[in-house]
């Protein structure tokens, strides 16, 4: 079955760039997504791309997308202590009826 | 505004009571989902509907029952809770399910069952 992986921690220096990993498993995933969820709130949809595209770009986030590898990245460029949140990668496939999978979530740390 | 509204924000209850945590999203969306949330294993998918009247098991559907009676509600109810459903819920609705218009997220739901 499908799986998505992400390391679960993820600490940088105010200014600096964060890189956040995931990986996963199913060759066929058609959109693959980057979500935040800040403390006590829902999850909200940051950025997604879609499989036959490498990069997507906006604004101070990154995502770019190895198919091969099957990896996908979100640069946060110039990060803030607002951004610190938990990130979660996530896919959907058309043969699992585009309901998403994600990954466990890595915490992002913002510190001075 | 366009929301996905879950009630109560927050639950303790006894083990063995029965409760329904509601969700309803005013988006005219198809696709509605239920996730928990527990430290360590992330999101984990209850039960989801494609539309009203049709729902399917997610990941971790023992123990819970959903209905979709109208498109815009999507209750989720613990017939008889038990401890280990100590968790946090959320509703997230879509429009064609997770393609370029991803999920919209309630904010969630904090139960304890005791």
């Known amino acids: 079955g499908e799986d998505v992986e992400q390391s679960l921690f993820l600490s940088v220096r105010e200014g600096d760039s964060s890189v956040i990993n995931c990986t996963y498993t199913?060759?066929?995933?058609?959109?693959l997504y980057w979500y935040k969820q800040e403390p006590g709130a829902g999850l909200q949809l940051l950025t997604y791309?879609?499989?036959?595209?490498d990069m997507k770009q906006d604004q101070r986030l990154t995502v770019l997308l190895n198919k091969k590898d099957k990896h996908l990245s979100l640069r946060i460029a110039d990060t803030q202590t607002g951004d610190s949140a938990i990130y979660f990668c996530?896919?959907?496939?058309?043969?699992?009826?585009?309901?998403?999978?994600f990954g466990r979530g890595t915490s992002l740390i913002v510190h001075p | 505004e366009a929301q996905v509204t879950q009630n109560p924000r927050y639950l303790i209850t006894v083990t063995g009571k029965k409760l329904t945590v509601t969700c309803s999203q005013n988006?005219?969306?198809?696709?509605m989902s239920w996730y928990r949330q527990d430290p360590g294993l992330g999101l984990r998918q209850i039960y989801y509907?494609?539309?009203?009247?049709?729902?399917d098991k997610g990941d971790v559907p023992e123990g819970y029952k959903v209905s979709r009676k109208e498109k815009r509600n999507f209750p989720l109810i613990l017939e008889s809770p038990s401890p280990n459903q100590t968790s946090l819920y959320f509703c997230?609705?879509?429009?064609?399910?997770?393609?370029?218009?991803?999920?919209?997220f309630g904010s969630g739901t904090r139960l304890t069952v005791v």
């Open positions: 199913d060759s066929s995933s058609t959109y």
């Open positions: 791309i879609f499989s036959n595209m």
């Open positions: 996530a896919e959907s496939t058309s043969g699992g009826s585009y309901i998403p999978t």
């Open positions: 997230a609705s879509s429009l064609f399910g997770g393609t370029d218009y991803g999920y919209t």
């Open positions: 988006m005219n969306h198809e696709y």
């Open positions: 509907s494609m539309n009203v009247e049709v729902t």
